[in-house]
C-alpha cells in the first residue's frame, strides 16, 4: 500500500538542486521525480518525491516510518534561511546563495552507505568514486523488487563481505579491511546518537580516515551541517585559486572557518559557485596541482 503526503519544506528548497548528483544504486532521478529505496527498521521501502509549481513536495512511502525517514534523506526540515541570510554578501558565496539557494545537501538512507562512499572517494577522481560505489552496493545488496534500485547497504551487509572480495570488486586492499572491520565491529547507526564533534572524532580514530570522510560521514549520513569537507579537491583547486599555489588538503579548514557552524553546507555553495564560476578569483595565474589523497 502507498500512502501520499503533501508537504511544505522549511525555507528554500529546490528538489531539482539538492538532487543533481543524487543518483546511484539506491536512488535515480527521472522527469523530476526522485526515486529511492530506504531502510526503515529491517525493511526496505521504495518512496518517491517530486516538487510542484508551488514549492510543495509530494512525498510517496510504504508506511509513516518510511515518510520521516523520505524527510530526512531530503532535508526538507532543514531550514538553511539562517545561512542564506547570514552570509547574502559573503565575498565567495553571496551570488552562488542568491542563485542557488534551494539547494540542500540530501541524505543517505544509513550511514554505513555514507562510510563506504567516503572509503570509494579517497580515489579522488568523482565520477570513478561513484562508480565503484555502485559496484560494490550492487555485489552486497539484492535489487529491491519492481525496480532497478538495490536496498541501502548496512554494516551488517558490509561486514559480511571479506576484504578480499571488495578488493575483487575495485576497493583498496587497506581501505576494504578498514571498511569490513569498522562495519563488524561497530553500530554505525549509533552515530546518529553522538554529537557532531563526538562522531567525526570516531571516524578520524579509524585508520585509513580523516577529516575529509569525517565530513562526508557527518553531512551526508547524519545530516550534520557543522563539517565541512575539509581536503575535498574541488575546495583544493579552488583555495588554490585564491592564493596562487597549490594548498595542502589541510589548510582548506581555513576556507570553510568564516562560516562556522553551516561549514559543511559552505562547501557545498562553494564547489557549486567555483564550478559555475560565481566566485572572483585573481586573474588567471597558473596552478599545479599534485594528486593529494582525501581521507
Not at 508551488?54 to 515518510?67: I, K, N, Q, W, Y
Not at 570509494?120 to 560494490?136: K, N, P, T, V
Not at 576497493?171 to 553522538?194: F, N, P, Q, Y
Request: aromatic share 6%; with cysteine.
Amino acid at each position: 500500500m502507498t500512502l501520499e503526503r503533501v508537504v511544505r519544506p522549511a525555507g528554500p528548497y529546490t528538489l531539482a538542486l539538492c538532487a543533481r548528483h543524487a543518483s546511484d544504486a539506491t536512488r535515480h532521478v527521472r522527469d523530476g521525480t526522485l526515486t529511492t529505496t530506504l531502510r526503515v527498521g529491517e525493511r526496505v521501502e521504495v518512496a518517491t518525491a517530486r516538487q510542484t509549481l508551488d514549492g510543495r513536495l509530494v512525498l510517496r512511502a510504504e508506511t509513516e516510518e518510511g515518510f520521516e525517514r523520505l524527510r530526512f534523506v531530503l532535508a526538507a526540515d532543514a531550514d538553511h534561511t539562517e545561512f542564506l541570510r547570514r552570509f547574502a554578501r559573503d565575498p565567495l558565496i553571496g551570488e552562488t546563495a542568491s542563485r542557488f539557494q534551494g539547494m540542500r545537501q540530501l541524505r543517505m538512507s544509513t550511514v554505513a552507505q555514507t562510510l563506504l562512499r567516503a572509503f570509494c572517494g579517497q580515489l579522488i577522481e568523482s565520477r570513478r568514486a561513484r562508480q565503484l560505489e555502485r559496484i560494490i552496493v550492487r555485489a552486497v545488496e539484492p535489487r529491491v523488487d519492481g525496480t532497478e534500485l538495490h536496498a541501502p547497504p548496512t554494516g551488517k551487509s558490509l561486514g559480511r563481505f571479506a576484504p578480499v572480495r571488495l578488493r575483487q570488486l575495485g576497493l583498496h586492499a587497506s581501505r576494504a579491511a578498514a571498511l569490513v572491520r569498522i562495519c563488524r565491529s561497530t553500530d554505525l547507526e549509533k552515530l546518529h546518537g553522538l554529537s557532531t564533534a563526538n562522531a567525526a572524532a570516531f571516524i578520524e580514530r579509524q585508520r585509513g580516515l580523516g577529516p575529509w570522510s569525517a565530513g562526508v560521514v557527518c553531512l551526508e549520513g547524519l545530516g550534520r551541517h557543522e563539517r565541512g569537507l575539509v581536503g575535498d579537491l574541488t575546495l583544493i583547486k579552488l583555495m588554490s585559486r585564491l592564493r596562487g599555489r597549490w594548498v595542502e588538503a589541510h589548510e582548506t579548514a581555513e576556507l570553510l572557518a568564516p562560516y562556522g557552524e553551516w561549514g559543511g553546507l559552505a562547501g557545498l555553495y562553494l564547489a557549486t559557485g567555483f564550478a559555475n564560476g560565481l566566485i572572483p578569483l585573481p586573474d588567471e595565474r597558473p596552478v599545479r596541482f599534485p594528486r593529494p589523497a582525501c581521507a
